[in-house]
């Protein structure tokens, strides 16, 4: 079956460095992920998007990979700032499961001073 | 443009009494799907509705049922509250379904307590 994890549930950050975020993907015929920064109290809100037919975008301080041959999707934030701690979801979609956005358990990034 | 709007905010129920949530997309998204996100198992998908009906639908009990009006705006009920349905319930609204949609934005949530 499909499921979406990521590789970590914390991670620790001193401010300034960069941050990588990893997610694994089990569905092979997903064609579309997403990123997505929840802080608390709020909704997800999305930070970057990548297709299938791509293996890297780039944001602002924000790079997405994503390797098919390994079924791994990264998300590396550059010189982190304390905005940045909140829990982090990856989210893929694809036709087996109609397309329907299925997310990741989640990695919460806590930013050092 | 306005965001993706969720009420209540926050709400407690007692256990055995229903629910209604309200989620008003952003105007000219036809899709609003509505996901439960727990500590224990994350953001689990509900139900999809695209103009006016229920596209797809997730694996919960009957007792969540969702709809949709002409003006897109979704409401969601929850009928015989168990203390498990405690949870944050979002709401997110696409301009699009199916393999076109790569457009979603949550709202804010509303907490549901049940007692």
């Known amino acids: 079956g499909e499921s979406v994890g990521l590789h970590l549930p914390t991670l620790s950050v001193q401010e300034g460095d960069n941050s990588i975020i990893n997610c694994a993907y089990s569905?092979?015929?997903?064609?579309?992920f997403i990123w997505y920064k929840q802080e608390s109290g709020k909704g997800p809100q999305f930070i970057i998007d990548?297709?299938?037919?791509?293996d890297k975008r780039q944001g602002q301080r924000v790079t997405v990979l994503l390797n098919k041959t390994v079924k791994h999707l990264s998300l590396q934030i550059a010189a982190t700032q304390p905005g940045d701690s909140a829990v982090y979801f990856c989210?893929?979609?694809?036709?087996?499961?109609?397309?329907?956005?299925?997310f990741g358990a989640g990695t919460t990034v806590t930013v050092r001073a | 443009k306005a965001g993706v709007t969720q009420t209540p905010r926050y709400l407690i129920k007692t256990r055995g009494q229903q629910v209604t949530l309200s989620c008003s997309p952003i105007s000219g998204h036809r899709s609003v799907s509505w996901y439960q996100q727990t500590p224990g198992q994350g953001l689990q998908f509900l139900f999809e509705?695209?103009?006016?009906?229920?596209?797809n639908k997730g694996n919960f009990p009957g007792r969540f049922s969702g709809r949709q009006f002409s003006n897109s705006r979704s409401e969601m009920n929850v009928s015989t509250l168990e203390l498990g349905d405690s949870a944050l319930y979002l709401c997110?609204?696409?301009?699009?379904?199916?393999?076109?949609?790569?457009?979603?934005?949550f709202g804010s949530g509303t907490r549901l307590t049940v007692v």
């Open positions: 989210a893929e979609r694809g036709r087996s499961n109609d397309y329907k956005l299925s």
């Open positions: 509705y695209f103009s006016e009906t229920q596209r």
């Open positions: 569905n092979s015929a997903s064609d579309y």
């Open positions: 997110a609204s696409s301009p699009r379904t199916g393999v076109g949609n790569y457009g979603y934005t």
């Open positions: 990548i297709r299938s037919n791509m």
